[in-house]
């Protein structure tokens, strides 16, 4: 459990993290309007999280855990965390009925200057699917209590995956861009 402070979700504390992405170069990526109003910031934090009860958003695995071995309610955490400058890293993990996704992406260092060129075009992607896996949930395409599953960490393989249902683990497919990959699968359950 996270015991750190939480301060009440406000347009200032939004408005700082906002900030912070942008001057990093980071663009912002998209907030669901039912998760908004439930962002809260945690003392000293440079991220916004929907949760009072788990850890920053630098521990992955601790989210991915949880997500196969227990049945978390909606969320988003969004934002910079990390350890020092060559270790952090901008993070946005959305977890709802259709669609899960857990992704990172380093921030410019001075080994690496530049953030990803594309990253505004993934954080659209990443709306559009959240979009797509209702759309296929509505045909069928994912069944029962299935989600789609996305996971792209910074620095490590990604990876997509249908859940069964919530708590239970994920068929993982390992790829060289999960993204792209779910997008596909997404289109092609879309489209039939």
């Given at each position: 459990m996270n015991s750190k402070k939480m301060l009440q979700p406000n347009d200032q504390a939004k408005e700082t993290i906002n900030k912070a992405m942008l001057e990093a170069g980071l663009p912002v990526p998209p907030v669901p309007k039912n998760l908004s109003d439930q962002l809260q910031c945690p003392d000293d934090a440079g991220y916004l999280?929907?949760?009072?009860?788990?850890?920053?958003?630098?521990?992955?695995?601790?989210?991915?855990?949880?997500?196969?071995?227990?049945?978390?309610?909606?969320?988003?955490?969004?934002?910079?965390?990390?350890?020092?400058?060559?270790?952090?890293?901008?993070?946005?993990?959305?977890?709802?009925?259709?669609?899960?996704?857990?992704?990172?992406?380093?921030?410019?260092?001075?080994?690496?200057p530049d953030p990803e060129a594309d990253l505004a075009d993934q954080y659209e992607l990443i709306a559009i699917m959240a979009v797509a896996a209702a759309e296929a949930r509505e045909k069928g395409k994912l069944p029962g209590n299935s989600r789609i599953v996305v996971v792209r960490p910074a620095g490590m393989p990604s990876a997509w995956g249908i859940q069964p249902a919530p708590g239970q683990p994920v068929q993982w497919q390992e790829t060289s861009n999960a993204l792209l990959d779910a997008c596909d699968w997404l289109k092609t359950s879309v489209e039939d």
């Amino acid at each position: 459990m996270n015991s750190k402070k939480m301060l009440q979700p406000n347009d200032q504390a939004k408005e700082t993290i906002n900030k912070a992405m942008l001057e990093a170069g980071l663009p912002v990526p998209p907030v669901p309007k039912n998760l908004s109003d439930q962002l809260q910031c945690p003392d000293d934090a440079g991220y916004l999280t929907t949760r009072s009860n788990a850890p920053g958003p630098w521990n992955l695995s601790w989210f991915l855990n949880e997500v196969e071995q227990k049945t978390p309610d909606h969320y988003l955490v969004f934002g910079i965390d990390g350890h020092g400058v060559e270790s952090a890293a901008t993070h946005y993990y959305l977890v709802d009925n259709d669609f899960a996704i857990f992704h990172q992406s380093h921030l410019p260092t001075p080994h690496h200057p530049d953030p990803e060129a594309d990253l505004a075009d993934q954080y659209e992607l990443i709306a559009i699917m959240a979009v797509a896996a209702a759309e296929a949930r509505e045909k069928g395409k994912l069944p029962g209590n299935s989600r789609i599953v996305v996971v792209r960490p910074a620095g490590m393989p990604s990876a997509w995956g249908i859940q069964p249902a919530p708590g239970q683990p994920v068929q993982w497919q390992e790829t060289s861009n999960a993204l792209l990959d779910a997008c596909d699968w997404l289109k092609t359950s879309v489209e039939d």
